[in-house]
């Protein structure tokens, strides 16, 4: 067949078969009756040809096959992860998933899956593979290409023209939607990585809180340990009310809970380099983080502050790559694993590394793996599976709400006594130091509700599950601070009070973000 048969046919695939959740987000907006079964239907057809004029100008004798064959096996995955978990597939999604490790990866991985790549992607693949195009001269392709342009760019004119209403509707106030055609917007979402993530030349790291002192009358050094949580959600703390206590050891240890913090995003690869930053959620981009230092960068200025980094998730995300950094996901460095690494793992050998360091200020960050989805079953041993039944599969989707409640709370009893060993640790180190430990998760989590799983929407469209995150602080004896537990705080307090904790001096501090001023 000629080529731009091949593009109509592969075109009307993708239009039927990876845009479920595209129509089903569609039909809740617009019930499927009367005159929206007209608009519904033009939306189909909108976007059936749009996707005939990008495939067709990005046609050739020698690109249409391996352009239709890369965007099938693309699609195939990006339609499971939309119709199982109700994701998005944007920048900040992409660049979570080429971040994410094999480990994490292999969390995902399912027979659904496998389905979705074989029966979207490589049956409709091999038939492309296997098809004769025919070619005509060069005089005769740029003809039946510009016929295919000229049509489809008059279908959709004609179409926005007719129903200019609803599309001025649909555009405007329901522009969530778009987010969810396939392959249309990761397309789309691809270019915007790029464009937020290519640098033209040499990355130049810029320098601040050069001035940055520490004038601290205390007679102890200051240890602090900052624990970065992962994935979990305020309204799943008992300390904020939930029904079952999640929270009861670090509640007798006398933890502040910050009831009322907001993430500066929905996913690690968003949040982690956010929260260390001195940008707000407001300004902070990709390229502001990497191209500027951050909070631990200042602290290192004063030469006051000994810093380390262990890392049970990912990885820093960029905020340590100039500092200590030490990885416990494996059991060459974790001596505490069996189907995976624990997050106590990080403990081992801190007391060494304080006492190596006496007298010294130190601030250790610890990065959990904690609640990271969609395994919650996984993230916990089996002593802390108080809630049963649970759900032991990561199609999330298959098990019920209560299920999925029960793993991921079994796992925020492992954080808690994971916090509980944190804070076990700073009251050894007491008599020497002025002991403190923060807890913040970097986001939110969705369990099912409205559909919706995991993280990793786009700000503005999550819901608050996914931005309302678990956070506490614990002060040692002599050491306590003044902070109210209930004012509004977010990640972009963090900066500050790490700088205020260790009475750093420096143009970049503010006062009024220390939460603990």
Known sequence: MSQQKLIILISLFFSIFTNYSFFTNV????????????????????LFTFMVLLFTLLSSRYTTKPILITFLLITASTAYFMDTYHVVIDSDMIRNTIQTDIAE?????????????????????????KTELEYGSLKEEIKRKGKVVLLSLVVIIAILLSFSKFYTSFFREH?????????????YSIGNYISKTANSGQIVVKAIGLDATIESKNEKPKLVIMVVGEATRADHFSLNGYSRDTNHLVKEEGVINLSNVASCGTSTAHSVPCMFSIYNRNEYSYKKGITTENVLDVLNHTNRVDILWRDNNSNSKGVAIRLPYEDYKNDKSNTICDIECRDEGMLVGLDDYIEKRKGKNILIVLHQMGNHGPAYYKRYTKE??????????????????????????????????????????LKREQKEYDTTMIYMSDHGESLGENGIYLHGLPYFMAPDS????????????????????????????????????????????????????
């Open 27 to 46: 039909v809740e907006v617009y019930p499927f009756e009367g005159i929206n079964i007209v608009y519904i239907s033009s939306l189909a057809l909108l």
């Open 105 to 129: 990866s292999s969390d995902l991985f399912s027979l659904k899956l496998l389905g979705y790549i074989i029966f979207l992607g490589i049956l409709p693949t091999y038939l492309i593979y």
């Open 175 to 187: 522009k969530p939607l778009r987010y969810y055609t396939n392959p249309t917007y990761w397309i």
């Open 384 to 425: 802390y599976e108080k809630f049963t039944p649970v759900c032991r599969t990561n199609q999330l989707e298959e098990c019920s709400k209560e299920s999925i409640n029960n793993a991921y709370d079994n796992a925020l009893l492992h954080t808690d006594h994971f916090l509980y060993e944190v804070i076990q640790l």
């Open 466 to 517: 996914q931005t309302d995150v678990g956070a506490m602080v614990w002060f040692g004896e002599g050491n306590v601070k003044d902070i109210d537990p209930n004012k509004k705080y977010s990640h972009d307090n963090l900066f500050h009070t790490l700088l205020g904790l260790f009475d750093v001096k420096s143009k970049v501090y503010n006062e009024e973000m220390d939460m603990l001023k």
